[in-house]
């Protein structure tokens, strides 16, 4: 019986009596079942060269190898039957699988959600910082709240979107439930999809900037409580695509265009922020793919030192890896925190933290190669490392600082053990915020 | 055999072979059959359609009928459908205008009726429609 992983590396077996004559830019689709069909490529000059005997055996000889992944029609589809065929053999998503052996066909994932984790070449907003942990409950929607209370310390403007649209409550930490605004994200993008484009009250100023020469603002998930005001009913129309005048919008469009629209109102009624901190869903979800793939100029990735973690970023490590220049890019983003560190043994703890991190994300850093080939560009920082995307911003652990609102935060906020727990943190991702760009991109 | 999706192609191709040749309404009348194809494509495809939707006249009530209305019921019964995988350009065609609102299956009684920039028009949604069913067909959205 052949399972999901096994069957790319069957598929490639059982087309390897084909030469790269025949195949061209042959295309394997995996479908949104895992099922798997050829495009083959028999346009132009090369339809001479595939007999339909030849058809007909590849796809008898794939059919058989792909068991339950073979669909009930055709596997073989000749690119020639279609009437955009370079939308499937040009399609920008081809990746070549890793682990699909030595063929040159490409493969076409299609999926219906966690493509953005694939997606290349975006243009990230350099402002924008994302903060993202693979585990819910490590402290990063504390931390985010902190790090903007410190940034306007600074005299910086900044805004904190709520974007964990599922459990939101960073804003939760930075105002009175009074005194959010009317309206959150979940309402800017529903109303937007509808062509509501009337300015919606989304933003607030956070009440703890009284002493500081900077300014806080909060875009929250959603709205004031109040009676008639609902939040379920939005929240389940947020994820599908949507056409605005006739132009396609993908979820990924729709958050960063009701991010912009909380800039712009912040832009409007205070100034262009400094720095937008977007605290993003956990785990491997497609708010995450969106936030940390394609918007965010950084994104501080928080986590314990737990083996489920480390399975957990593997993943998307890998998944970054098999792609140059996502990894590349994605290498230039990425700032580990160690957001659990121990009081009492924390050198050990980040020693530890440090190397299994880095098993994990050296997927994303070049290949070094041996010997004389060296080459002296080629990005790959050791483990002890300790400017590298992978080596962590340390959080010293406190129980004091959880289950924290407005009124407890403020007050750890005076705290000099608290202060103390975040110092390193805020020092880093200032150094970050200063020098413009994270260590990858040097 | 009832084959929407190759229904669809055949009368799309054989549609623009006439266009082509200068033979622009008979050619309207094949692009429209080709989108009506494809739409019943994606409908029966996708699953859950509360009766079947008519192939042949000859086998029953023809609940979704021909366009323009077919095109309308399509575009109320595909909202919110989950049809990510297919090009996105489908949703902003299915909730654009109607692009076969002038095409009626009478036509063929007439002589004059239909220009030949209608012809165009209906071939390239016809073609968008077409894209859309084998792209859905690809990815595994359709049954």
């Given at each position: 019986m052949a399972t999901f992983d096994e069957v790319a590396g069957l598929a490639n077996s059982a087309i390897a009596t084909l030469g790269d004559k025949e195949l061209g830019r042959s295309t394997f689709v995996r479908d949104v079942s895992g099922r798997v069909r050829l495009v083959i490529d028999d346009l132009g000059r090369r339809a001479g060269g595939l007999s339909q005997e030849l058809l007909a055996a590849t796809d008898e000889n794939l059919r058989a190898a792909l068991g339950s992944y073979a669909p009930s029609g055709p596997v073989v589809i000749p690119?020639?039957?279609?009437?955009?065929p370079t939308q499937i053999l040009?399609?920008?998503?081809?990746?070549?699988?890793?682990?699909?052996?030595?063929?040159?066909v490409k493969w076409l994932e299609r999926t219906i959600t966690g493509a953005d984790w694939h997606v290349e070449g975006q243009s990230a907003h350099q402002k924008w910082m994302a903060l993202y942990s693979f585990k819910g409950g490590v402290g990063r929607s504390t931390a985010g709240a902190w790090l903007a209370r410190v940034e306007s310390g600074r005299g910086k403007c900044v805004l904190v979107v709520d974007l964990d649209l599922e459990s939101p409550g960073v804003s939760n930490l930075l105002s009175h439930v009074g005194d959010?605004?009317?309206?959150?994200v979940v309402d800017q993008m529903v109303e937007t999809a509808v062509g509501n484009v009337e300015e919606l009250d989304t933003v607030a100023l956070a009440h703890i900037d009284d002493l500081t020469a900077g300014e806080v603002w909060i875009a929250p998930a959603q709205g004031r409580p109040r009676e008639g005001y609902t939040f379920l009913p939005k929240l389940n129309r947020v994820y599908s695509p949507i056409t605005i005048d006739g132009r396609p919008l993908t979820f990924a469009d729709r958050v960063e265009s009701a991010v912009s629209a909380s800039v712009e109102a912040v832009r409007r009624r205070s100034r262009e922020p400094d720095l937008v901190l977007l605290d993003s869903r956990a785990g491997l979800h497609d708010i995450a793919a969106a936030v940390v793939t394609r918007l965010a100029g950084t994104t501080l990735v928080f986590s314990g030192d737990s083996e489920a973690t480390w399975i957990g970023y593997g993943n998307l490590a890998s998944e970054w890896g098999s792609n140059a220049a996502l990894a590349t890019r994605m290498r230039s983003n990425i700032k580990m925190v160690a957001s659990l560190a121990p009081d009492v043994g924390e050198e050990a703890y980040l020693a530890r933290f440090a190397e299994r991190s880095y098993a994990c994300w050296s997927s994303i850093y070049d290949d070094l190669q041996a010997g004389d080939a060296y080459d002296e560009d080629a990005y790959n920082p050791p483990p002890n490392d300790t400017s590298a995307p992978h080596y962590p911003l340390p959080i010293t652990f406190d129980p004091t600082l959880r289950h924290l609102e407005r009124a407890s935060f403020l007050a750890a906020f005076e705290s000099r053990v608290a202060q103390a727990a975040f110092q390193r943190f805020t020092q880093g991702v200032q150094d970050i915020i200063d020098s413009g760009e994270l260590d990858g991109t040097r | 055999m009832q084959d929407f999706p190759a229904s669809a192609q055949r009368h799309h191709s054989d549609g623009a072979s006439l266009l082509a040749g200068g033979r622009h309404e008979t050619a309207d009348h094949l692009f429209g059959f080709s989108a009506e194809c494809s739409l019943k494509a994606i409908l029966t495809g996708l699953g859950g359609v509360p009766t079947p939707v008519s192939g042949p006249p000859t086998q029953g009530a023809t609940r979704f009928g021909h366009l323009p209305h077919l095109w309308d019921t399509s575009a109320l019964y595909l909202q919110?459908?989950?049809?990510?995988?297919?090009?996105?350009q489908m949703t902003s065609l299915m909730s654009g205008a109607n692009p076969f609102a002038r095409w009626n299956v009478n036509q063929r009684y007439e002589s004059g009726t239909v220009s030949s920039q209608q012809a165009a028009t209906h071939e390239g949604a016809s073609k968008a429609l077409l894209n859309w069913t084998q792209a859905s067909l690809l990815a595994g959205v359709l049954l």
């Open positions: 690119a020639s039957s279609l009437i955009e040009d399609a920008p998503g081809l990746l070549v699988t890793p682990s699909v052996g030595t063929g040159s959010l605004p009317s309206h959150g | 919110g459908r989950a049809l990510q995988a297919s090009p996105t």
